[in-house]
């Protein structure tokens, strides 16, 4: 059991990076995030016993990650509160007009449903639209359909912003 | 700008770890309670559980030890409504363990094993709370009419002075009362647990299901 559990530890140490984009994307306080965090450790604990190697941890880590934030409803009015200055707040300085544009556009990720930022996080990693269709569940073409929704959602709201500044 | 254009420096922002996640350990995070829907559940389950099982060992000594015969066969059917409870709760349960273990199943697959669930869980819960009623109501009122050891000595002076209508219709009015309120009381009880949580996960299967 706890040889068990040392490797289930050495395994999310290396793929820890899946953790920490979705508490991002799911999350705007620091204190959500860490509640997230924790949940999607112990979660993927849980669920560790069933993983059979028939694919690749990371793939169904990711599962794990984006099962349970998006079933996460805990503290969901105070984060819609705290979406603008949480989103904003937290963005490092990168530039100056490569880092408004980029700022923009992680604003209007962040007001993304729970759905498309699943998609929007797998699209981020290169996945091909078969592979997000088997993680989601849908079929790829509904998966395409939904990607273009959401680009053209992202253009549209970044520019919306941009014209507020 | 497109978000093409922006991929590689949004990823690797969202990768960054915030402050407070970098030191936190896996091995602590491992062993701190759940907040998912689920563990809530659990928790309401596990509670329940016990509860039931105290009011059923409760209510068969009761039942065993009294010598009103009305008062027994009373207790007697809390104990089988019990039993039946408690059996639903454990197979509730058993499905509950099974689906917390799919944690890393396909998306549509989890949403809607967690909106059956939870959904059987309100609708079993209501259930079990309406069979109650007629069994404190109606059924208790009828064996402590026709249990003669049950009814108290004084009763004929009571009798005597109130017209029978008004004693049926002040029953009436109040199991009427009494059912309404029960019957609201709980649709709003288990609305505020786990309403909110049912309408998210069918807004999110709804969405996943948009074309």
Known sequence: MESTEQQFIQ????????????????????????DLFQEITLQAWKGYAQFKGKSKFSTWLYRVALNTAITYFKKERKQIQQVDEAWAGEIPDHGKEDNEQFNLMYKAIGELSKIDKAIIMLYLDDLPYQEISDMLGISPNHVAVKMNRIKIKLKESALKYSSTL | MELDDLKHKIKKELEQPSANLEKLAFEKALHTPTKSILGKIKKSMILEFILNII???????????????GLAIYLWTFVVVGLVFLFILRKLYQQLLDVEQTTGSILKTRLEQLYMLLRKFVKHYFQIT??????????SFALGYYDEQYQPSTNSTTSNSVEPYIVIAITLAYITGFTLFIYYFTKWYLRKLYGKHLDNLK???DELNEN
């Open chain 1, 11 to 34: 395994l999310l140490g290396e793929h820890q990076k899946i953790i920490h984009k979705v508490c991002n994307l799911y999350m705007h306080h620091p204190l959500d995030k860490e």
């Open chain 2, 55 to 69: 009011c059923i060992a409760g209510f068969a000594y009761f039942a065993y030890t009294t010598e009103y015969k």
């Open chain 2, 130 to 139: 309406m069979a109650l009623i007629p069994i404190c109501l109606i059924y």
């Open chain 2, 203 to 205: 807004n999110l299967l």
